[in-house]
Nanobody, 126 residues
Framework: VQLQASGGGLVQPGGSLRLSCAAS????????IGWFRQAPGKEREGVSC????????YFLSSGKGRFTISRDNAKNTVYLQMNSLKPEDTAVYYC????????????????????WGQGTLVTVSS
């Protein structure tokens, strides 16, 4: 059972990145999926999550309108499209899978998640 987060990198302010979270060893469509991030010296925070029924929740007021979460169950992958990136978006981004979430919901609490990817670093800088 493994989650692989990828797609991070160095981008200039105003740029875009699409993060991917690919699962191996299990079917992602049995799980709610969350994206979290942790900036240097700060606690991990929820960014967004998507339920098994594709219901989307965004936890960052600063991310609303800029971040879009989606899932492609056929590819066993969840995406986080990030546009208009700002230096304060710099962080390691993690994806996580929650098996116990209800069919229609997902959580912003990291304690609810069962499996975690290794993280992918996003650096927004000129």
């Amino acid at each position: 059972v493994q989650l692989q987060a990828s797609g991070g990198g160095l981008v200039q302010p105003g740029g875009s990145l699409r993060l991917s979270c690919a699962a191996s060893g299990f079917a992602l469509d049995d799980y709610a999926i969350g994206w979290f991030r942790q900036a240097p010296g700060k606690e991990r925070e929820g960014v967004s999550c998507i339920s098994r029924t594709h219901g989307r929740t965004y936890f960052l007021s600063s991310g609303k309108g800029r971040f879009t979460i989606s899932r492609d169950n056929a590819k066993n992958t969840v995406y986080l499209q990030m546009n208009s990136l700002k230096p304060e978006d710099t962080a390691v981004y993690y994806c996580a899978a929650d098996y116990s979430a209800s069919y229609y919901s997902c959580s912003g609490s990291s304690r609810e998640y069962d499996y975690w990817g290794q993280g992918t670093l996003v650096t927004v800088s000129s």
